[in-house]
């Protein structure tokens, strides 16, 4: 029986070529990731007071460390024995291969640095970043449909994608929107509990242990459904990046329970991060 929904997904990955230059529509998301997270801390600043001169502090510190974070993260965490014997492919970015963990251990060295530059306490940065690190994961992921990569196994549901310029004759999950949808979910969470409930100063690493599970915990469970990135996972029970996810959605427990306990945080927790509650305007 054929199902008229199924979507045959043949977009060109060039947004622009001039000559021999392209540009990419992953590219494009990247920068979009990125813009938007320069323009979070911009606002977050204005809101919690503070100088304008951090969000351009952060955008710099948490950009390059993203990026050498992602691509450094894929070249040694997936394939190490190739990139060991093929160093100056670390620089090619342009032929694909960034992984988001080792984005986001990337941005913890990054963030860990920023914050002692500024003087901020570590855990309002981390605590931050999670909103646009949300939002940005789902934009990403649009970039990697546009790419046809990192789709899933055959499936006969109505929202299949036959990935054309891959080869595919059959539909797959296009397990890109499944993650994109979920960081959706987890950025409108995390931005309720920053400008609802300040939970960024009543209970500081809640906000970044909430990130940390929707974004690994989303990962862990899709990767079943996902194809192997490797030929060595095609044996493993669970893959690398389930594996890399587990950490993380552990942090991101401990991160949550940590400040309730009251054992670990003997302090208020808001004299704890260093910063006085944040009062919205009086309305005139």
């Given amino acids: 029986m054929m199902n008229f929904l199924t979507v045959t997904w043949d977009v060109d990955p060039v947004m622009i070529k001039l000559g021999g230059f392209e540009v990419m529509w992953y590219g494009l998301c990247w920068m979009l990731a990125i813009l938007g997270g320069a323009l979070f801390f911009i606002n977050a600043g204005k809101r919690e007071g503070l100088s304008p001169k951090l969000a351009d502090n952060i955008f710099w510190w948490g950009t390059l460390a993203t990026i050498i974070g992602a691509r450094l993260g894929h070249c040694f965490f997936y394939e190490p024995a190739y990139y060991f014997s093929h160093p100056l492919e670390l620089l090619d970015i342009r032929g694909g291969g960034m992984a988001s963990h080792g984005a986001a251990v990337g941005l913890l060295l990054g963030l860990w640095g920023f914050s002692r530059r500024n003087k901020l306490p570590y855990i309002w940065s981390l605590d931050r970043i999670m909103v646009p690190v949300a939002i940005g994961g789902a934009i990403v992921r649009i970039g990697n449909l546009i790419n046809s990569e990192i789709y899933g196994h055959a499936t006969d549901l109505p929202w299949g994608f036959i990935f054309v310029n891959r080869g595919e004759t059959v539909a797959m999950h296009p397990t890109q929107i499944y993650e994109a949808l979920c960081y959706l979910v ?62 993380f959605v552990l942090a991101g427990v401990l991160m949550i329970v940590w400040p309730y306990t009251g054992r670990a945080l003997k302090l208020d927790p808001m004299r704890w991060a260093g910063l006085k509650p944040y009062k919205e305007p009086k309305k005139k």
């Fill in 186 to 247: 987890t950025f409108a969470v995390l931005a309720f509990l920053y400008y609802k409930r300040d939970a960024g100063r009543r209970r500081p690493g809640v906000m970044f242990g909430v990130g940390l599970i929707g974004v690994f915990l989303t990962r862990f469970v899709i990767e079943f459904v996902k194809n192997p990135q490797i030929a060595a996972e095609q044996t493993m029970t669970i893959n690398i990046g389930q594996i890399l996810s587990i950490p």
